[in-house]
């Protein structure tokens, strides 16, 4: 069986070498570049996406235009982790709140019939740093996980090929199985 290929595109998170050994634990091999150098489309390289956390405003869409003119168009799964998220759903008309800094393990609830969640519980603790919140999922989308403090703590896209997460899922155990279940939809 060939090795998958994960593409993870560092929008400037500090936790990029985190973010790759959790996917190269799962069994993926992991190429990087930064949201200015994505390629135009995927051709059969790699068998997913992966956005990363940002320190850049996710309303900065020319800044981030050729990214989501790949997330939209690419055939592979698509995960984007909190900023990633973020920049997904704001191209898709999502409105960001303000809100409290939130920075360590969080329980959320998700909906364990999504694959995304084969792994964990009803209920499981992430890992969270940030202090931008989605209002509601964008049209095309719809919030699978939530919490007292957010109504959109992971979100998918109406066709299941595109996943996000308000958490970093590169910390926590909960996290790593929620990137074993998105590696279940890539392999």
């Not at 997913?48 to 320190?55: D, E, Q, R, W, Y």
């Not at 499981?124 to 919030?143: C, E, I, K, W």
Request: hydrophobic share 40%; with cysteine; charged share 20%.
């Amino acid at each position: 069986m060939a090795t998958s290929r994960v593409l993870v595109v560092n929008n400037g998170t500090l936790s990029l070498s985190q973010l790759r050994r959790r996917f190269e634990e799962l069994g993926s091999e992991t190429d990087t570049v930064d949201a200015a150098s994505v390629p135009s489309g995927v051709a059969g390289r790699y068998q997913a996406i992966v956005l990363s956390g940002t320190k850049v405003r996710a309303y900065d869409s020319d800044h981030y235009r050729p990214l989501i003119d790949l997330v939209m168009t690419a055939d592979v799964p698509v995960f984007g982790i909190c900023g990633g998220m973020q920049i997904i759903a704001v191209a898709n008309g999502a409105e960001l709140v303000e809100g409290p800094q939130r920075v360590g393990g969080f329980d959320v609830q998700v909906d364990t019939e999504e694959p995304l969640f084969s792994y964990v519980k009803p209920t499981v603790t992430v890992f969270q740093r940030h202090t931008l919140y989605l209002r509601a999922a964008p049209d095309g989308f719809r919030s699978i996980g939530r919490s007292g403090h957010a109504p959109v703590e992971f979100l998918r896209s109406a066709d299941g090929r595109i996943h996000g997460a308000q958490a970093h899922l590169e910390f926590r155990q909960d996290g790593r199985e929620i990137l074993r279940g998105f590696a279940d939809l890539y392999r």
